[in-house]
């Protein structure tokens, strides 16, 4: 920080700006926005909620001024790290600004595409698509913890999605750093909101712009190149791979090297028909055969495809087995308050030597010996019998297609698969949603 900004000077700015109750510089209170759920943990010297978008830039003129480093925080998953100091060696303070109560979505064009605030939600956007019958980008995975839109975009999320590909945008409000060290805000989301950023962020946070106002540029609001790069299997490149340039525009891969305000996406029709065939075998090469044959000669793309390893299928089981009850049993949108609860657990228990750390993680896996197995006979079948598990999910016209070529396929390669029933499908991708959390309860 400079000198003649000393922080108890910044603190109080935050203070007039967000309130002194949204203005955390406790480090307990601090400590559940200092940690992510998978990886990355350190300190900071205050945390900053926001409540609207121009409080958001009100918060960044002031940090950019006093010269501290800015971490854009949303959900705070963990899942992909950077939402989170890693480690205590920076070079200048940290301040992080926490979006969640920003959690507003705003519709275009009869629910075709959606503007995202900083703090909306996966979840949030799946309720809000629902009636007018469709989804968003991404409706597994991280949305079972309540991850954020614009987390999702920042960081090119996406991995298991065939057809959608990873989550893009080239229509986004956000502000940057110039090279004279000046914050500047940069509308790119295809709406006339004003000239100047108190006029931008309180017209859209307002919903203050007519549908004529909304323009149609010639910008992508998702990928939709990925159907072809993901056909091309001879390619000398993977079709998706970590800082992809064709990817990195503007928000879309800017993983916090800018502060994004919100974005705007493509959303989809809700599949008329879906079906998730489960693969078992204990061939490796059998698998790569398969995906060779389906990407290169399917009309319909899969909507997902999810690998585990027998290995992994027993860690997850094990290991992953809370995760799975509480969002098969109680649904999605509680995973965000019983991670809340975990973080509350683990800073009353720090304040205690003689308990255990990650006290959270022990008694929930001591929990979990109490219930009964959670997973289908099926699946448990294969995994005596396979090494090597796929879960293939597809719809519409592709669920005909993969059904005809599966049945062909195993009368001459070693293995076999199943079609799963609507319970088997949902549990068989949750149990491998839940492998990356046991992974890190596995080792603790």
């Not at 409706?139 to 590909?165: D, E, F, K, T, W």
């Not at 060779?292 to 390893?309: A, C, K, Q």
């Not at 049993?329 to 003689?354: H, S, W």
């Amino acid at each position: 920080m400079t000198e003649h900004i000393p922080k108890t000077e910044l603190i109080s700015k935050l203070k007039a700006i967000v309130g002194d109750s949204f203005t955390l510089t406790d480090k307990a209170k601090m400590q559940p926005y200092c940690k992510g759920f998978r990886f990355g943990s350190g300190e900071a010297m205050a945390v900053v909620r926001p409540s609207s978008l121009l409080e958001i830039w009100q918060a960044l003129e002031a940090c950019n001024a006093a010269n501290v480093a800015i971490i854009m925080q949303a959900a705070n998953t963990g899942l992909t790290g950077g939402s989170t100091p890693d480690g205590n060696d920076y070079d200048r303070p940290i301040v992080i600004i926490n979006t969640m109560r920003i959690s507003q979505i705003q519709l275009i064009d009869n629910a075709k595409q959606i503007i995202g605030f900083a703090g909306s939600t996966l979840f949030g956007l799946e309720e809000t698509l629902a009636p007018y019958g469709r989804e968003p980008h991404s409706v597994i995975g991280s949305s079972c913890i309540g991850a954020s839109i614009v987390g999702g975009v920042c960081n090119n999320s996406g991995g298991a999605l065939v057809q959608r590909g990873p989550a893009y945008t080239e229509l986004s409000l956000f502000a940057e750093v110039t090279e004279d060290g000046e914050l500047q805000l940069v509308n790119n989301l295809g709406i006339d909101l004003g000239l100047t950023p108190e006029e931008i962020l309180t017209n859209l946070d307002q919903q203050k712009y007519s549908s004529a106002e909304v323009q149609y540029p010639d910008k992508r609001a998702s990928d939709n190149e990925y159907h072809d790069r993901v056909r091309d299997i001879d390619a000398d490149t993977p079709s998706r791979f970590n800082n992809d340039g064709r990817r990195l525009h503007e928000a879309s891969g800017c993983a916090g090297k800018l502060a994004v305000f919100a974005v705007r996406l493509d959303t989809y029709p809700i599949a008329k028909k879906q079906q998730v065939f489960y693969v078992g075998t204990n061939d490796a090469n059998v698998l790569a055969t398969m995906r060779r044959d389906i990407l290169s000669s399917f009309n319909t793309l899969p909507v997902s495809g999810e690998y585990l390893h027998r290995d992994c299928y027993d860690v997850s089981k094990k290991y992953g087995k809370d995760s799975f009850v509480v969002i098969e049993k109680l649904g999605a949108k509680y995973m965000p308050k019983m991670f809340a609860l975990k973080r509350t657990v683990d800073r009353i228990a720090a304040n205690f030597k003689f308990l255990p750390s990650k006290l959270s993680d022990r008694m929930m896996q001591y929990m979990s010996y109490l219930w009964p197995n959670h997973l289908p006979k099926k699946m448990e079948a294969f995994r005596e019998q396979f090494e090597h598990h796929w879960i293939l999910e597809m719809n519409n016209d592709g669920v005909d297609e993969a059904r005809a070529y599966l049945t062909e396929f195993f009368k001459a390669h070693e293995g076999d698969y199943f079609e799963c029933t609507p319970e088997e499908g949902d549990k068989a991708i949750l149990h491998r949603f839940v492998a990356g959390g046991a992974i890190g309860r596995y080792h603790i």
